[in-house]
């Protein structure tokens, strides 16, 4: 399969601004190297907890965010910053490239009718003139589930479910070869979570999309993902194909993570594994490993070096010293 998208060594920095004349006192270090790839009609699943740095490396891969370090490829090419790219370019690589905001209501602008959020994109990269653009947007209208009859309404009309049916669209309207959800059903009622994680299933098989679902629910990414990244505080700390991570997770904060998932049977035997304390200040996260202040196998070497993820052996990588 052909890689679409690689990432390496990303790091996004913010500075900390202090004082009168505002000086950068520090840094937040809000993804702070990590590495993945992203093949075609592939599935990448980014969990972890709030503060992880999932949603800030989901946007650095789009340039919404500046990356202070490392590098990001399309198909090969460069793209971590924009300089030197003629705006074609940039425009075809704001094309193939697209994102579902996790609020699907503050990301729909409410003066704009649905037809006209769907339109502009199509305007703006000269795509379906004429009639073709109001029959494509019915087009898009019927796949997502909505009719085209409501193509005349605004944001407010709508349910949570139709606008996040709606953020589907747009991400669609200019053909996308990835699209990045960030957190794309998390404010939705589980029984709409199903409707909508159906339905980027059945899209995806249709117009051949890559996607990198990033979420802190576990049973959503298990239910989409071929491969899983774990992060905490801004790193990859395990990396797996689906069915290796949840069959057998390596790594004490994968393992905590999916303790805290209820089994869906009530009668089965089931133990929470808790952490202590709470998650580190990215601004000055602990050294050695950035887990170990909250790890119940802490050993003395966590807390002086790094531990480096490592293959532990059919692609399951891991970064922690017991394995």
């Given at each position: 399969m052909e890689t679409l998208l690689k990432v390496e060594d990303l790091k996004v920095h913010f500075p900390v601004s202090k004082g009168l004349l505002s000086r950068k006192s520090a840094y937040v270090h809000a993804v702070d190297g990590i590495s993945m790839q992203l093949d075609g009609g592939e599935t990448v699943g980014i969990v972890?907890?709030?503060?992880?740095?999932?949603?800030?490396?989901?946007?650095?891969?789009?340039?919404?965010?500046?990356?202070?370090?490392?590098?990001?490829?399309y198909r090969g090419r460069d793209i971590t910053r924009f300089e030197g790219m003629s705006r074609q370019e940039i425009l075809a690589l704001r094309k193939n490239l697209q994102i579902i905001f996790q609020d699907p209501y503050s990301s729909l602008n409410p003066r704009m009718t649905l037809r006209q959020m769907l339109a502009l994109p199509m305007h703006v990269h000269n795509l379906y003139p004429g009639k073709e653009r109001d029959e494509r947007i019915d087009y898009l209208l019927a796949k997502v589930g909505l009719s085209p009859e409501q193509a005349n309404r605004y944001p407010h009309e709508f349910s949570g479910g139709q606008r996040q049916r709606i953020g589907i669209a747009r991400a669609l309207a200019m053909d996308p070869e990835v699209i990045i959800g960030d957190e794309p059903v998390s404010a939705l009622d589980v029984s709409i979570q199903a409707q909508i994680i159906n339905l980027l299933m059945d899209l995806q098989d249709e117009f051949d999309l890559s996607y990198i679902i990033i979420s802190h629910d576990l049973a959503v990414v298990e239910h989409v993902s071929d491969r899983?990244?774990?992060?905490?505080?801004?790193?990859?700390?395990?990396?797996?194909?689906?069915?290796?991570?949840?069959?057998?997770?390596?790594?004490?904060?994968?393992?905590?993570?999916?303790?805290?998932?209820?089994?869906?049977?009530?009668?089965?035997?089931?133990?929470?594994?808790?952490?202590?304390?709470?998650?580190?200040?990215?601004?000055?996260?602990?050294?050695?490993?950035?887990?170990?202040?909250?790890?119940?196998?802490?050993?003395?070497?966590?807390?002086?070096?790094?531990?480096?993820?490592?293959?532990m052996g059919n692609g399951h990588l891991a970064a922690c010293h017991l394995l």
């Open positions: 972890g907890e709030s503060g992880c740095g999932k949603t800030t490396a989901g946007m650095a891969m789009l340039n919404l965010v500046h990356a202070t370090g490392g590098r990001i490829l899983i990244l774990v992060m905490y505080l801004g790193k990859v700390v395990e990396s797996a194909r689906y069915s290796d991570l949840y069959g057998k997770p390596l790594h004490p904060y994968t393992q905590a993570l999916l303790s805290a998932v209820p089994p869906p049977d009530p009668r089965r035997q089931h133990q929470s594994i808790q952490l202590e304390g709470d998650v580190p200040s990215p601004v000055n996260p602990p050294p050695g490993c950035a887990f170990h202040p909250r790890c119940v196998h802490c050993m003395e070497i966590c807390s002086r070096e790094t531990p480096e993820l490592k293959d």
